[in-house]
């Protein structure tokens, strides 16, 4: 079965629209998220469009900052800096990938953390990794563990999870909340031994590598819970092309109990876990 991450997305979007008018009504605040955009990458200009429309549609505020590609390090850091000091911003997000000559790492370290809506600061790392409430926790791993949620109920206890891919945005911190939900974590990575015998002691399988239906039927137990974040687009065989996960999803959706399709999986709840955060950095913020 297909666990809906389209339908569940939708869902928690009401959901939050409702808090954003508490928000309203009873502080007066209206959360605000601003996204800067450096250079003209297209797949990037399409995430942050979409991130600013359901912003808006849940009744938040949201701003783009557009840069040119050649923007310096240094102007990006004060145009952070005067964000960061702007009490009437709650959330703020630097899209990635960010043109070579800038630092990734430096721009992170310098977003403040109550803002940070990405959740890749190292304090909200650091937070996650400790088990602290109250961490801004990245948008992907949130939506992961909901999904899984959505199919196997609120109580993951006793689990086997075991997660293919140790990335800080993805693979490290589902590994992290799957941890905190009480599941036995596996975290297995490209120096992995045996990977598909790994693969197959998991109840919860997550494929968070990036590479075009890697994960096979065989490498999947019967009735186990398939969480596939990959996105690669495939050519197809009529010339064009289309969007895939890191499983083998038509061979291995008869073998497991539920899996998230591609699209329309794990890739909608992101967004949506991007909204629940800046609600959260809001609500801190008057806390
Ligand atoms: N749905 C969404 O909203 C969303 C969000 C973020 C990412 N994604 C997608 O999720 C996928 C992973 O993203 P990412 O940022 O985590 O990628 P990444 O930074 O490239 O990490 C990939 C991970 O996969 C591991 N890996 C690579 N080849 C392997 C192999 N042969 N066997 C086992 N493990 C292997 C790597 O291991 P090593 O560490 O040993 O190199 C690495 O830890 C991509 O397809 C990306 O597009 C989707």
Not at 36 to 45: F, T, W
Request: hydrophobic share 40%; charged share 20%.
């Amino acid at each position: 079965m297909n666990i809906d991450g389209k339908l569940t997305a939708k869902n928690l979007r009401a959901e939050l629209a409702v808090e954003v008018a508490e928000l309203k009504s009873n502080y007066g605040i209206q959360p605000k998220l601003t996204v800067i955009l450096v250079g003209e990458d297209p797949a990037s200009q399409v995430y942050v469009r979409n991130k600013i429309k359901q912003t808006q549609e849940i009744g938040m505020i949201s701003d783009e900052i557009k840069l040119p590609a050649d923007t310096g390090q240094e102007e990006l850091l004060k145009y952070l800096e005067h964000l960061n000091n702007d009490r009437n911003i709650h959330g703020i997000l630097v899209q990635l990938p960010l043109p070579k000559h800038i630092d990734e790492s430096v721009i992170i370290a310098a977003i403040n953390p109550n803002k940070d809506v990405d959740g890749f600061h190292a304090m909200n790392s650091g937070r996650l990794f400790n088990g602290e409430t109250g961490a801004l926790v990245p948008c992907t791993p949130q939506g992961c563990i909901m999904l899984a949620k959505q199919h196997l109920g609120s109580d993951l206890s006793g689990k086997h999870a075991v997660v293919i891919g140790r990335s800080n945005i993805v693979g490290k911190p589902v590994a992290m909340l799957l941890l905190q939900e009480n599941c036995t974590v596996t975290i297995a990575h490209s120096r992995t031994k045996n990977l598909p015998e790994v693969c197959q002691q998991a109840d919860i399988l997550v494929a968070a590598v990036g590479i075009a239906e890697f994960v096979k039927a065989d490498w999947v137990k019967e009735g186990a819970t398939v969480i596939d974040v990959g996105i690669n687009r495939i050519s197809t065989e009529e010339g064009k092309t289309k969007l895939v996960g890191d499983v083998d999803f038509d061979n291995v959706v008869g073998k497991c109990g539920a899996i998230t399709p591609v699209p329309g999986g794990v890739g909608p709840m992101t967004i949506a876990c991007l909204l629940k955060n800046t609600i959260t950095a809001a609500k801190q913020s008057v806390c």
